[in-house]
């Protein structure tokens, strides 16, 4: 029983050391600022955090995802270094 009163002091202590450091990163990060000024960036921060949180990281949906914004991020910057690489062969064909 002692054993017991001690492991729930020490949960209870963890609790409020918790519940503390989240007031404080609530005062430093100034959400409700930031609410203000920025509704849907706060909202797909709080989104984003939950699916985290959530466990939603390792699962196929954000497998789908991560492979979809990949290509959507790659195709425009290969695109841009194969245009450049036909510029700069076009103008090298130029001198001669």
């Given amino acids: ?8 002091r020490s949960v209870g202590d963890i609790a409020s050391e918790l519940g503390d450091a989240a ?15 920025h509704p849907y960036r706060t ?9 985290v949180l959530g466990g939603g990281l390792f699962t196929p ?5 991560v492979r979809v914004g990949s290509r959507a991020m790659l195709l425009p910057l290969l695109q841009s270094a194969l245009t450049n690489m036909a510029e700069a062969e076009d ?6």
């Fill in 1 to 8: 029983m002692a054993e017991m009163n001690q492991t729930d």
């Fill in 23 to 37: 007031v404080e990163l609530y005062e430093r990060l100034d959400v409700a600022r930031q609410l203000q000024e």
């Fill in 43 to 51: 909202l797909a921060v709080a989104a984003g955090v939950g699916y």
């Fill in 61 to 65: 949906l954000t497998g789908a995802l």
């Fill in 91 to 96: 103008e090298s064909q130029q001198f001669f």
